[in-house]
Every structure is written in structure tokens, then in C-alpha cells.
């Protein structure tokens, strides 16, 4: 079946940096666009930053310059280097695979930023 696994998360201080991996299996990974989304409590979940299979790339206004998506396709792994952080960062993030009307979501990863 298909899994999406993230990890990386933790609380981190304002101004510093975390990286998030999410592995895939049990798909064709390198065929499927793939993306972080991040949910914050009481909001919606919103799109972080999207990486196609060609390698173009697509942030948030509120990420961009901060934040960089990645993908090893020989390792089935997308990343999320996430750089001075701020305390409007926390979530739960979420990896998604994307091909067609296929859609995969992982069980999500929580960072937390605070003092």
C-alpha cells in the first residue's frame, strides 16, 4: 500500500532551522509531483511549497526566501529545509503525492517554534 512517512519535526527556537524528510513508498515516486502543507490549530491547512517532477518549484509568500523543497527521487524522499523560523510556523506538516487524480497525504509531522 501506499505510505508517505514524515519526520524531522520538533520545537525549535525562533531564528533557527529544521529539516523534514517524507519517504514514500509504495508508488512510482519519481512520477508524482510532490508538496508540504502545514495546518496550524484552528486554521486551514495551506500549501508550504510544491516540487514538480522536473524539479520546478512553487513556495508560499509567507516562505519564501526562508524555506527550500527538495526531492531525491533514487531515495523516494522529498525534503523541507526550513530556515529562520518564526513563531507563525507552527504546525502539523504535511507531505503530499500528487499524479493526476491520485493524491497521497502523510500522517503528518508537528514543529513547534517558541522561546
Known amino acids: 500500500q501506499v505510505q508517505l512517512v514524515e519526520s524531522g519535526g520538533g520545537l525549535v527556537q525562533p531564528g533557527g532551522s529544521l529539516s523534514l524528510s517524507c519517504a514514500a513508498s509504495g508508488i512510482n515516486f519519481s512520477i508524482y509531483a510532490m508538496g508540504w502543507y502545514r495546518q496550524a490549530p484552528g486554521k486551514q491547512r495551506e500549501l508550504v511549497a510544491t516540487?514538480?517532477?522536473?524539479?520546478?518549484?512553487n513556495y508560499a509568500d509567507s516562505v519564501r526566501g526562508r524555506f527550500t523543497i527538495s526531492r531525491d527521487n533514487a531515495k523516494n524522499t522529498v525534503y523541507l529545509q526550513m530556515n529562520s523560523l518564526k513563531p507563525e510556523d507552527t504546525a502539523v506538516y504535511y507531505c503530499?503525492?500528487?499524479?493526476?487524480?491520485?493524491?497521497?497525504w502523510g500522517q503528518g509531522t508537528q514543529v513547534t517554534v517558541s522561546s
Open positions: 516540487i514538480t517532477t522536473g524539479g520546478n518549484t
Open positions: 503530499k503525492g500528487t499524479r493526476y487524480e491520485y493524491a497521497y
